[in-house]
């Protein structure tokens, strides 16, 4: 026995008693650190980099409780399991973040120059980064924090920098001029995962286009009157019969008054304003395609800060797109060119980082070709080497897979990796190598940095700084991520791993759930809906939000998340907490004797042994096909109804015998299956369960049960037979609890029971008579059934309890009919709403539903309350 005694063990379970001494204990003992050991099997993690600029949310604790989970429970299955954790260094977020900090002190990024600037970024970095990594700590993952990355860090650039170069060198890497998403604030290309739509409220401006030869007009709508200052066409689709005969002429470009071609084409939509639309093929994608089709050219109109540029009359140069569209609008009611303004909804691009609405916008970018890239990819997932889970995100990705195009690489950003690509100043050669040019004097470097994704692709292999570990370590195992970067991070990282590796980067793919509030609506500040998970840790305890995060996000499926949903790990917490210090409780008064573990046995002892060892098994499967969800409901099931609810209560009454050979054994065998129990809820909960390790019998030293070792399945111990036998006790003594409860029967009052039927044995009638509170148990498969008798039917056994002396039966023949009236009258109520039409109709979804809730169960407890009244007469 540990020298802790009961009265130093708190009643309740406080978390924050535990938690940070446990970590700290983890963290000093270095039990989360690996190291190659050919010996032992690896598992292997990398975990998604947070950005550096970011702070734990929802999906956060979700995505990393479960690789943690799976790397606790490989490590306590024998693996030389390894998590490597690390940091995204987010070029566009940090930048942000240190520009508007230079701003409060009135410093601009450009009058730094770039190498200062870098130096303020690394300063912020530093000094602000990272605090997404310490709030991990607080949720107990086991990451080997000896190995931390930063895709900054001088290996990992040194290895992103060379595989541009080798991409370079293969004709992978190209230089042109491309639409992209356009981010104003940031004057850079973004992806389109760092575009936020929003639905806005606006204008359809409808303007007349002269025609050239004089005769009339033709009338486009548009969203966004500035840019017709870069139109260089009309189109019109070749099928609607109203425009056919245009098709070819000339129209004038009003305030430009340019020549511009009506062109036709099948992209246009006939049922969109006029079914006229005027073509920019430098600020539209479709307009750009449409312009390739038609060899159209391609004006720009603004600066990269979106304010006219030289192509604008003189009066919109320089000034900012909105105030160019007001100006547009006002010439074009000057010239009674405007035809009409409606009210119009649609959908906005905004820039994720810069918070203003993006451009399309022609730019020269550095893009890299995928159509040959991509095939070892799609065929490593097509044939199963990596599996998705759920599957069905293998569609998706081979539907982007398929029609990707080329990835545009560059950004206009300074923090990042830069291009490594000189030009020479006088001959305009190119140079790209990992090493600058010798006589450096006479090159300038391409300015641009790479699309953080371009760098974070290598990650799975990246991490490890030296031949032994990757060749050791890699391919992962696990990769647990979010579906929206299906395209952006996991596509492109097997794309990767595959060129540069030749293998794939990671086995298998969780895809995580999306979180929402109880109501179903995404997560945001605005919706004030977002809560903090240190807060709720603070409240809950870490390892209830593990456990509770987990238990409601099934595979493939939205997660609805509120935070009094924690109670259910919390409750499940303290269930655990009060099934240990009950057992240690008889321990300071009981011998523990190892020797004895085997002595003394009966049903109810192979019924848990053989539970166990069940539960383990159907664990074991449910963890190897990664359905969490499931093995936490495995987990919860056998814990709280298995162990702590029946075998604990069933093993009272040994404990409490007076032959102390029969305690000893019985106690010793539940405190070892208690901590064979533990070690299957670690993983999971890892703070309660290793607190809890420690009070055990046994000298526990410098150890952990974080590298104890799981309990290996018997098959032999799983006894079907057995667990069949104990169900019977278990669903005869919840039917009479129950009757107690409905007919109101003292808990103190011993009862008289009639079992009709004789296929029981002694030793279950005798658990049946000590937990139910009986006198005298008969069997007889002949039984009939007494008057004024209380009965129910399990596993096909009726069971009678005769209720003269047991209560007052006059006084409760009226409670009863009391509750029937009044539940009768109550239902007709809610009958008479669900049948009038009009509400069914025009009521809230949810109040219908509430009302059928109710009909439903109230019906239930009327039939119930009838049967009672029924067996009292």
Sequence with gaps: MSDTKLNDIPKAYNPKDVEDKWYKFWEENNLFHSEVDESKPSYTIVIPPPNVTGMLHLGHVLNNTIQDVF???????????????????????????????????????????????????????????????????????????????????????????????????????YRGYRMVNWCPASKSAISDE?????????????????????????VVATTRPETMLGDTAVAVNPNDERYKHLVGKTVILPIMNREIPVVADDYVDMEFGTGVVKITPAHDVNDYELGKRHDLPAINIFHPDATGNENVPEKYQGKDRYEIRKGVV???????????IEDYTNKVGYSQRGGVPIESYLSEQWFMKMDELVKPAVDVVNEGQVKFHPEHWIKTYQHWMTNIRDWCISRQLWWGHRIPVWYHKETKEIYCNVEPPKDIENWVQDTDVLDTWASSWL????????????NYYYPTDLLVTAPDIIFFWVARMIIAGMKFKGEIPFKDVYFTSIIRDGKGRKMSKSLGNSPDPIDVMDEYGADALRFTINYIAPLGQDVLFDVEKCEIGRNFANKIWNAGRFLLMNAE????????????????????????????KKLNQAMDKLEINLATKILYSYVWNDFCDWYVELAKSRLYSDNEEVQSAVL?????????????????????????????PGERGGESISVAQLAEVDESKINKDVETRFEFVRSVVTAIRNIRGEMNIPPSKAINLVLKTEEVEESQVNYIKNLIRASEVFLDKNAQKPGASASAVVKGCDIYIPLEGLIDLEVEKQRVEKEIARLEGALKGVEKKLSNERFVNNAPADVVEKEKKKQTDWSL?????????????
Aim: aromatic content about 14%; proline content about 2%.
């Design 459 to 470: 990650w799975a292999h990246g991490v490890f700084t030296n031949e032994k570990d990757e």
């Design 71 to 173: 790397v606790r429970y490989k490590r306590m299955k024998g693996f030389n399991a390894c998590w490597v954790p690390g940091m995204d260094h987010a070029s566009i977020a940090t930048e942000s973040k240190v520009i508007a900090k230079l701003k409060t002190e009135g410093v601009d990024k450009y009058e730094l120059g770039r190498e200062e600037f870098l130096n303020h970024c690394w300063d912020w970095t530093e000094k602000y980064g990272g605090i997404i990594i310490s709030q991990l700590r607080k949720l107990g993952v086991s990451c080997d924090w000896e190995r931390q990355r930063f895709t900054m860090d001088d290996h990992y650039y040194s290895k992103v920098v060379e595989a541009f170069v080798t991409l370079y060198n293969e004709g992978y890497i």
């Design 668 to 696: 010793t065998r539940a405190l070892n299956l208690f901590d064979e129990m533990l070690k299957m809820i670690h993983p999971f909960m890892p703070f309660i369960s290793e607190e809890i390790w420690h009070l055990l």
């Design 589 to 616: 008064k009981i011998k523990y004797n190892h020797e004895l573990v085997d002595k003394h046995i009966d049903f109810t002892d192979e019924w848990i042994i053989s539970r166990f060892n069940d539960t383990m």
């Design 861 to 873: 407890s009327l039939g119930k309350l009838k049967q009672i009244l029924y067996d009292l007469k």
């Design 194 to 218: 760092e575009v936020e739509y929003q639905t806005k409220n606006g204008k359809l401006w409808h303007f007349r286009y002269p025609l050239k030869d004089g005769d009339g007009y033709l």
């Design 330 to 340: 006002a010439d074009f009611e000057e010239l009674a060119l405007l035809d009409k």
